[in-house]
């Protein structure tokens, strides 16, 4: 359907709810002027509709419609510009949506991006259903349907990616912009007394769903946990055409998934036995005074029992869930998923002998067998959302009894993210070979690329960048889905090629390549952005004051009462300057081979929830500037927290410190910044100090990997030998002009 139909589209709904008299105009007025007339027109039509349904005040709804939909990219209609290739026409799977939520007496349906773990960052496809009903594919976002409207709630990360993918049914809802409502305040502003809001119990966490029950209770709208999910209905029936599947799609649960067994973790690698974790839970759950905790997380199990697996994306994650108690441990998992090997590992045949044992249940029972469970106990903690972690699902939530649940964050997100010393030396690893392998590819890609006799695009970037990784030593996998993201493709933060709008990379803008690994003995996540031609000096100025805050932030020196929502600004205020500012935050946690994302650390400035650094979290370090339509700019590197011992420095003002704790960061990431890039007089001499000794760390370190290498019969890749002329060029002395 083209924009300018979905526009026509849209009028129905409208002429549905107004009268006539309301708009002044009959409908084959309406319908010629909606045809022939420029977007300003619709705008005032549905302002007027909106104020007629709405509570909101007129100047904030017609901010909204302003900011929300008529901000929209080719829409509504727009004949100036084509539509974007990338976008999606969701018109059939939203009307079906809005047939079953008829048969199911409901008014609105909310359609989170969350599975039944309250994952958003990887999940299955299968799982994927807001992406089904929206087209929309970024890790943030929520979806709600009413029977007249569309509508998308998205962060920062994903306002062009998400007016791109959208169609011009859906209404755009830019989160954390001014007057943009929450949710609940939305619905209660189109939806009326008496009406049903609808949602999965088992797709939202348990604090939303709670805090939008009782929001919308005030105006007498109540929120049904349905039994059936509706957009599982929609999928089973409808034929989803798109790029890569043309073909009816059967909606699969998690029983009818590929089969992929879990296996164990070893020790040599997690640094811990399972035992030891297991008793160090149980230390935290006895401090807080609680008798069991109920795990829904899946890299707080992976972690906690040293299991991993093939469910989920880019994690090396098994479904399940866990009751741990003080004298019991239950895991839920799929019985295809499991070994003998694991049996032995969880000691779960030996229950009778063994102190401490696993028992092994069936998935989709622990609905039924939690209450059971906690017959005997008092207090269960179900874990709150908080950072990364979505915290228990609201049907989780409510297999326990009301007296006996306690909510606070897990126990297991601090003890998860504070690496051990093998997980530390592991971490350092896994960023070794990861700089060998993006060595060796970008060595040859800007060899080429400068030749001119070998195209590349920036899907033969992912294609191959990922083979590279995967020829290193414990390789398995990417650890996301690899960015390569060329001109103005890199302006959209999250941007991901496709066939439809995989670009021809030169020498006449930015390539910005986000990418990561996972190894058995860490996980890795770099950024670096290159140009292969001639920057302008205002490029060089922004790459220069990117990479000034970059340095900033790695440099800091700190006491341990200072939370991560607090440093951002250290690496945007060059940036702030000259004005200028980025829609994302400047770091997040990272798993050892685990989830790339993990809780707590999210050095975001605009977090409202504070996280405290503790010695090896790991996480990255990552500012960067997107100028749309034009080129993005984006530096990454992993960060492991360190301690100062600042008494050293100065024992003869021990007493002025307080007693507080200092600490600094360390760079594990040895992949060299762009020198042709920087503009070496806006830097001061510390600033440059430390790039030098980084450039320098990073030619000794890798320099020797690659020796080492050369000096051994192991399969290496192609371009070992042209790495060392690269990494000799690009760790150069940075210095200021004469």
């Known amino acids: 359907m083209s924009c300018i139909a979905e526009g026509l589209q849209l009028w129905n709904h409208l002429f549905n709810a107004c009268s006539v008299e309301l708009m002044s105009l009959n409908r084959k007025e309406m319908e010629t002027r909606a045809a022939t007339s420029k977007p300003r027109f619709v705008t005032t039509v549905i302002i007027a509709w909106l104020m007629a349904k709405s509570t909101l005040s007129a100047s904030t709804i017609k901010a909204i419609v302003y900011r929300n939909m008529m901000d929209r990219l080719a829409c509504p209609p727009d004949y100036d510009h084509s539509e974007p290739a990338n976008r999606v026409n969701t018109s059939l799977r ?43 594919t970024g890790s943030s976002g929520t979806a709600v349907v009413t029977d007249k409207q569309a509508v998308l709630w998205t962060d920062g990360r994903y306002y062009l990616q998400a007016d791109q993918q959208l169609d011009c049914q859906w209404i755009l809802m830019k989160s954390g912009r001014d007057q943009v409502p929450e949710i609940s305040h939305w619905l209660k502003s189109v939806l009326s007394p008496g009406d049903r809001v609808g949602a999965d119990p088992k797709l939202v966490n348990a604090n939303h769903w709670l805090q939008w029950r009782n929001e919308l209770a005030g105006s007498d709208i109540w929120l049904d946990a349905l039994p059936t999910n ?49 008793d ?89 067998d939690l209450p059971v469970l906690t017959e005997n106990v008092d207090s269960v903690l179900l874990p709150s959302n908080y950072a990364y972690s979505g915290g228990v699902s609201f049907a989780i939530y409510e297999t326990i009894p009301a007296v006996k649940r306690r909510t606070s964050p897990s126990p297991l997100i601090l003890l998860k993210a504070t690496k051990n010393a093998i997980e530390v030396e592991g971490m350092k690893n896994a960023h070794m070979k990861d700089a060998v392998a993006l060595c060796d590819f970008l060595s040859l890609l800007q060899e080429q690329i400068h030749e001119g006799k070998v195209q590349w695009d920036e899907l033969k970037v992912v294609h191959t960048l990922d083979e590279y990784r995967q020829q290193q030593d414990l390789n398995r996998g990417p650890s996301f889905s690899t960015i390569a993201a060329f001109g103005p493709n890199g302006a959209v ?135 749309p339509n034009e080129y993005g700019i984006r530096l990454e590197t992993i960060l492991r927290v360190v301690d100062v011992n600042m008494t050293q420095q100065h024992p003869q003002e021990e007493s002025h410190y307080g007693g507080n704790r200092f600490f600094g960061f360390e760079p594990v990431t040895m992949v060299p910044f762009e020198s042709d890039l920087i503009l070496a007089d806006m830097m001061t001499s510390k600033q440059m100090k430390w790039l030098n000794d980084y450039h320098q760390l990073v030619r000794l370190n890798v320099g020797a990997e690659l020796q080492r290498r050369r000096n051994t019969t192991s399969t290496t890749s192609s371009n070992t030998g042209g790495c060392w002329p690269w990494l000799v060029s690009k760790t150069r002395p940075v210095t200021p002009s004469p």
């Open 230 to 278: 509706l957009v599982d209905v929609v999928w089973k029936c409808a034929k989803i055409v798109s790029p890569n599947n043309s073909t009816c799609s059967s909606r699969s649960s998690s029983s009818n998934k590929p089969s992929t067994t879990a296996y164990v973790h070893d020790i040599a690698y997690s640094g811990q036995s399972w035992q030891d974790k297991v």
């Open 94 to 136: 939203v009307e079906m949506l809005r047939k079953a939520m008829t048969l199911s007496n409901v008014d609105a349906y909310i359609i989170t991006g969350e599975d039944q773990h309250q994952q958003t960052e990887m999940i299955s496809p299968e799982n994927d259903r807001r992406q089904l009903v929206s087209g929309f």
């Open 280 to 368: 160090a839970v149980r230390n935290e759950l006895m401090a807080q005074k609680l008798d069991a905790v109920v795990l829904t997380a899946l890299d707080e199990i992976a972690w906690l029992l040293n299991l991993r697996g093939g469910d989920v994306p880019y994690s090396p994650l098994v479904e399940g869930y866990v009751y741990l108690s003080l004298d019991r441990i239950v895991l839920f998992i799929q019985p295809t998923k499991m070994t003998e090997l694991i049996r032995e590992h969880l000691n779960s045949d030996d229950c009778q002998e063994e102190t401490i044992c696993v028992e092994v249940r069936h998935y989709e029972n622990v609905f039924n």
């Open 493 to 627: 933060i999250h941007y991901r090629p496709s066939l439809e709008t995989n670009r021809i990379i030169d020498n006449s803008s930015f390539l910005i390549i986000d990418s990561g690994g996972q190894y058995l003995d860490g996980t890795t996540d770099v950024t670096r952005t290159f140009h292969f031609g001639r920057a302008t000096q205002r490029q060089k100025e922004i790459y220069t004051r990117v990479l000034m805050g970059a340095i900033d932030l790695a440099a800091l020196v700190f006491s341990d009462s200072i939370a991560d929502s607090h440093v951002d600004i250290i690496a945007r205020q060059h940036l702030y300057q000259v004005g200028l500012d980025y829609h994302h935050g400047t770091g997040h946690g990272i798993g050892s081979f685990l989830n790339v994302h993990e809780s707590p650390i999210q050095v975001n400035i605009n977090s409202k929830e504070p996280h405290r650094f503790r010695a090896n979290y790991f996480f990255s370090d990552e500012p960067g500037y997107y100028l």
